[in-house]
């Protein structure tokens, strides 16, 4: 079963304006992470965020984790057509070092 | 950081054919995967493939169906054995280094037909 559930599962925008992804867990986690996927290829890594960070930047995305909500979320600001993708989050727990992803958020941005 | 070559991209199947998919790696690498991404869906791991050994299977994921070869630390192979339409998905092959992030290749994309 999947431990993250991201929200929404489609969003649709316009070039410029913030995308907000959020995903939620249910177990303690070691770390967790954002991926981006196009077209249904393969998936590039984003951010890293570890259980004791609560915020990561880079570039153009931000990342927040409140391990006492057991969520996290990825903001993507001034957004570009060439953001529309499909991103999902990964947790690895315990001592496995696999990550288990999410459902996938649908990310539109029109130009 | 690791840059995976996954290869085919792409196949179309005849079902009850089998279709295996390479994965080959720039580095050596311990741990290794094989994930499954169905129509819409998330991805699902399918095993993890031991170097040396048999690979480790996840629930609902069988040897026979699935059977994966691992001879050494920098490439993998997933044949999808005896191939019916509900096999029609993205494989993905991916490494990872203990607590950092996954890579992953490319994706093959079958369609069984």
């Known amino acids: 079963s999947q431990q993250g559930e991201e929200d929404p599962q489609a969003l649709s925008i316009q070039e410029g304006e913030n995308a907000t992804m959020n995903c939620s867990y249910k177990?303690?986690?070691?770390?967790l992470q954002w991926y981006r996927q196009n077209s249904g290829r393969g998936l590039v890594h984003l951010i890293l965020i570890r259980s004791n960070e609560r915020e990561k930047h880079s570039g153009r995305l931000r990342v927040t984790l409140d391990t006492s909500k057991k969520s996290s979320s990825l903001l993507i600001t001034a957004s570009r057509a060439a953001d529309t993708a499909s991103y999902f989050c990964?947790?690895?727990?315990?001592?496995?070092?696999?990550?288990?992803f999410g459902r996938g958020t649908s990310l539109i941005v029109h130009p | 950081s690791a840059v995976i070559s996954q290869k085919p991209s792409r196949d179309i199947c005849q079902r009850g054919t089998s279709l295996t998919i390479q994965c080959q790696v720039d580095?050596?690498?311990?741990?290794m995967f094989w994930y499954r991404q169905q129509p819409g869906q998330s991805l699902t791991l399918i095993a993890t493939?031991?170097?040396?050994?048999?690979?480790?299977?996840e629930s609902g994921f069988v040897i026979d169906k699935f059977p994966i070869s691992r001879p050494n630390l920098t490439f993998s192979t997933l044949t999808v054995s005896n191939m019916s339409p509900e096999d029609s998905s993205i494989y993905l092959c991916s490494v990872t280094g203990l607590g950092t992030e996954a890579f992953f290749g490319q994706g093959t994309r079958l369609t069984v037909v």
């Open positions: 177990t303690s986690i070691n770390n």
């Open positions: 493939a031991n170097q040396g050994s048999e690979a480790t299977y």
């Open positions: 990964a947790t690895e727990t315990g001592g496995s070092y696999i990550p288990t």
């Open positions: 580095s050596q690498v311990t741990m």
